[in-house]
């Protein structure tokens, strides 16, 4: 489960935030990355992962993972230069879908959804899609 949910940080994608203007978060857009693990650690059930958010070879922020190894369920925290996102989803298998519950900077208030799909069997390399509403 640890690894099921280490994985999932390292979330999935190819990301457009670099190339894409700075706009108000009631601006549709979809944010594409590649969530790369750098640390993981676990108290109790709780499991920490921190990952950099790159977009080819370039970084472009990074992020926190926090998930409980009882129920599943993680927080992840993405930090760009223009704001931050914030997204809830459950660590079940290798792939699968969430909700962006808020933000702050460009992304104040954000809404929106986001899916993932582990990209090696250790789910160090996590591609991520943000759809920001």
């Known amino acids: ?7 999932t940080l390292a979330m999935v994608g190819v990301l457009v935030a670099a190339a894409l203007p700075a706009a108000a978060a009631s601006s549709a857009k979809t944010i594409s990355l590649v969530s790369v693990q750098v640390s993981e650690t676990q108290q109790g059930s709780i499991l920490t992962a921190h990952d950099n958010d790159v977009s080819g070879s370039t970084t472009i922020g990074h992020d926190t993972l926090t998930c409980s190894a009882t129920t599943a369920s993680c927080t992840v925290v993405f930090v760009f230069g223009t704001g931050n996102l914030t997204a809830k989803f ?11 519950t808020g933000g702050t900077g460009t992304y104040k208030n954000a809404k929106g959804s986001l899916a993932w799909k582990n ?3 250790k789910g160090t390399r996590t591609a991520v899609t943000l759809h920001v509403m």
């Open 90 to 100: 459950a660590a079940k298998g290798t792939s699968g879908s969430g909700t962006i």
């Open 1 to 7: 489960m640890k690894r099921a949910i280490g994985l």
């Open 119 to 121: 990209l090696n069997a």
